[in-house]
């Protein structure tokens, strides 16, 4: 028996040993094609690059003798194909310098979350690993690759001026928007969804604002955001910076929206979100070519896969965000930590006694460099409904204004933005057709026979500001009626 027992398992050993040595000719074909054209950055960080990146992400691809090995060399093959077609830094003169630098950016985020280079890759090549002294080197040198915003850009300023005009002309009419090449349909709402976060983004020159549907809202309310529910949605939208000599930065021309909506079985391969993103400004181009498009979206996303893939931290718009412990954020320390991790609760209303315009719809916003602020100005629906149906007789009666203004902190989920901080001011007009508080003041900016009144918050905690000179009061009154409303089409 034994020796029937033996010469079985040797069988099996010399057949396991002969599908070894077959299966090494059987290879999937991966070539270094010539260099058409590569990176151009500082040696020292051309360097970590090469060491940590090339391997997958040029065509000198360096295989070790174990990556040579089958079936390891099939895997490796496989991602290097994969990672070619992400980035190749051989082929880095066929990308346009802004996709360049987006690249750059977007790498750099992988690697700083250590989703890049890929972790089984770390493990069997030690040298790969990039530390945190060669991450600050890498990070000194996207510094220098953004572009300040000139103060001011006629050209960007004529541009985004000829664009608002003709929205304020045609864009509260309905029209027909192709859907996006995987069938998503665009969602002409989403203007009037809640905004849960602004970001002025320095390393793409943009200003964006990310707006929540009510299935959204309903979920930050409640605690329930990581994951997020089917059906919530968001919006983010893209604004080219335009800046003035006073060196604040508006919206400029619109340049893009792009949605995330939740359905965990729909859109399963997908990470349970569909992706969808119109662009080319106010002719609302569908991106992509193909349905394929949606793996550039996952893979930008997937270093934020512990927070359901979403970048944002929402803005916590309860009456009072400094709760803790109520129970809201799920049960056990565990969930509770992990949800309320997701909230910006710094920039977040904490005083329940403070009126809360934190959940009105967004009129505009803005940034100020001098000052290191951004702030949104938000309306109710009469003034927002007015703002955007410009130029008329300005806002009517019953319209309310308010401008949250907050510090600026960077985004610790994406290197190149920068989100809210703790609040700063809040500022409020309301619209009458008569006097009945505060100051006295009527202009352009108002209906005709419209008064506005004033308030503001100070300070932390926020307390309201008493005994104002009326000729300050009149100015910020001036200043917040005269805002155009960023263009939404």
Same mark, same amino acid.
């Given at each position: 028996?034994?020796?029937?027992?033996?010469?079985?398992?040797?069988?099996?050993?010399?057949?396991?040993?002969?599908?070894?040595?077959?299966?090494?000719?059987?290879?999937?074909?991966?070539?270094?094609?010539?260099?058409?054209?590569?990176?151009?950055?500082?040696?020292?960080?051309?360097?970590?690059?090469?060491?940590?990146?090339?391997?997958?992400?040029?065509?000198?691809?360096?295989?070790?003798?174990?990556?040579?090995?089958?079936?390891?060399?099939?895997?490796?093959?496989?991602?290097?194909?994969?990672?070619?077609?992400?980035?190749?830094?051989?082929?880095?003169?066929?990308?346009?310098?802004?996709?360049?630098?987006?690249?750059?950016?977007?790498?750099?985020?992988?690697?700083?979350?250590?989703?890049?280079?890929?972790?089984?890759?770390?493990?069997?090549?030690?040298?790969?690993?990039?530390?945190?002294?060669?991450?600050?080197?890498?990070?000194?040198?996207?510094?220098?690759?953004?572009?300040?915003?000139?103060?001011?850009? /006629?050209? +960007?300023?004529?541009? %985004?001026?000829? #664009?608002?005009? @003709?929205? $304020? *002309?045609? &864009?509260?009419?309905?029209?027909?928007?192709?859907?996006?090449?995987?069938?998503?349909?665009?969602?002409?709402?989403?203007?009037?969804?809640?905004?849960?976060?602004?970001?002025?983004?320095?390393?793409?020159? /943009?200003? +964006?604002?990310?707006? %929540?549907?009510? #299935?959204?809202? @309903?979920? $930050? *309310?409640? &605690?329930?955001?990581?994951?997020?529910?089917?059906?919530?949605?968001?919006?983010?939208?893209?604004?080219?910076?335009?800046?003035?000599?006073?060196?604040?930065?508006?919206?400029?021309?619109?340049?893009?929206?792009?949605?995330?909506?939740?359905?965990?079985?729909?859109?399963?391969?997908?990470?349970?979100?569909?992706?969808?993103?119109?662009?080319?400004?106010a002719q609302l181009a569908p991106y992509g070519k193909d349905a394929l498009f949606v793996t550039e979206c996952m893979n930008c996303h997937k270093p934020m896969q512990d927070r359901d893939f979403v970048f944002t931290s929402p803005l916590d718009l309860s009456a009072k965000s400094d709760r803790a412990g109520d129970g809201r954020e799920g049960e056990g320390g565990d969930a509770h930590a992990k949800v309320r991790d997701i909230y910006n609760r710094?920039?977040?209303?904490?005083?329940?006694?403070?009126?809360?315009?934190?959940?009105?719809?967004?009129?505009?916003?803005?940034?100020?460099?001098?000052?290191?602020?951004?702030?949104?100005?938000?309306?109710?629906?009469?003034?927002?409904?007015?703002?955007?149906?410009?130029?008329?007789?300005?806002?009517?009666?019953?319209?309310?204004?308010?401008?949250?203004?907050?510090?600026?902190?960077?985004?610790?989920?994406?290197?190149?933005?920068?989100?809210p901080a703790a609040i700063q001011s809040i500022e409020k007009v309301t619209c009458e057709p008569e006097m009945l508080s505060g100051s006295r003041f009527s202009n352009g900016g108002l209906a005709k026979g419209v008064f506005a009144s004033y308030e503001s918050y100070a300070g932390s905690p926020l307390k309201k500001t008493d005994g104002q000179d009326s000729v300050v009061i009149l100015k910020r009154i001036a200043d917040l009626v005269s805002r155009?409303?960023?263009?939404?089409?």
């Amino acid at each position: 028996m034994k020796k029937k027992s033996s010469g079985k398992w040797r069988m099996v050993l010399f057949f396991v040993l002969l599908c070894g040595v077959v299966i090494q000719f059987i290879r999937p074909r991966l070539d270094n094609p010539a260099v058409s054209g590569d990176l151009q950055a500082p040696p020292e960080v051309k360097r970590i690059l090469k060491r940590a990146c090339y391997d997958c992400h040029s065509n000198e691809t360096k295989l070790a003798w174990f990556d040579r090995l089958e079936p390891a060399y099939w895997l490796v093959a496989q991602d290097v194909r994969e990672g070619r077609k992400v980035l190749n830094f051989s082929l880095w003169d066929s990308l346009t310098k802004d996709q360049q630098k987006g690249k750059l950016f977007e790498a750099f985020n992988k690697i700083t979350f250590k989703e890049m280079p890929l972790k089984q890759y770390r493990l069997l090549h030690a040298g790969a690993t990039i530390t945190g002294d060669e991450q600050a080197v890498i990070r000194d040198y996207l510094s220098t690759l953004v572009v300040p915003v000139k103060y001011p850009d /006629t050209t +960007r300023s004529k541009a %985004a001026g000829e #664009q608002y005009e @003709k929205w $304020i *002309r045609t &864009g509260m009419a309905a029209r027909e928007v192709a859907p996006a090449p995987n069938g998503i349909a665009f969602i002409p709402d989403y203007k009037d969804w809640v905004a849960i976060s602004a970001t002025e983004r320095f390393d793409n020159g /943009t200003l +964006r604002a990310i707006l %929540a549907n009510d #299935q959204a809202l @309903k979920a $930050i *309310r409640e &605690g329930h955001v990581n994951p997020w529910p089917d059906g919530a949605a968001f919006a983010k939208i893209a604004w080219d910076q335009s800046a003035d000599s006073a060196g604040i930065i508006r919206p400029g021309v619109f340049k893009q929206v792009e949605f995330m909506i939740k359905d965990s079985r729909k859109y399963a391969d997908a990470d349970g979100w569909g992706w969808a993103r119109w662009v080319k400004g106010a002719q609302l181009a569908p991106y992509g070519k193909d349905a394929l498009f949606v793996t550039e979206c996952m893979n930008c996303h997937k270093p934020m896969q512990d927070r359901d893939f979403v970048f944002t931290s929402p803005l916590d718009l309860s009456a009072k965000s400094d709760r803790a412990g109520d129970g809201r954020e799920g049960e056990g320390g565990d969930a509770h930590a992990k949800v309320r991790d997701i909230y910006n609760r710094e920039a977040s209303l904490r005083d329940s006694s403070v009126f809360n315009p934190l959940a009105w719809k967004v009129i505009t916003s803005f940034v100020d460099k001098n000052h290191h602020t951004m702030s949104i100005l938000y309306g109710n629906d009469i003034a927002v409904l007015a703002a955007r149906l410009n130029p008329g007789p300005g806002y009517p009666a019953g319209s309310v204004l308010s401008l949250v203004t907050w510090s600026r902190k960077e985004d610790r989920n994406w290197y190149g933005g920068s989100i809210p901080a703790a609040i700063q001011s809040i500022e409020k007009v309301t619209c009458e057709p008569e006097m009945l508080s505060g100051s006295r003041f009527s202009n352009g900016g108002l209906a005709k026979g419209v008064f506005a009144s004033y308030e503001s918050y100070a300070g932390s905690p926020l307390k309201k500001t008493d005994g104002q000179d009326s000729v300050v009061i009149l100015k910020r009154i001036a200043d917040l009626v005269s805002r155009r409303a960023s263009v939404l089409p």
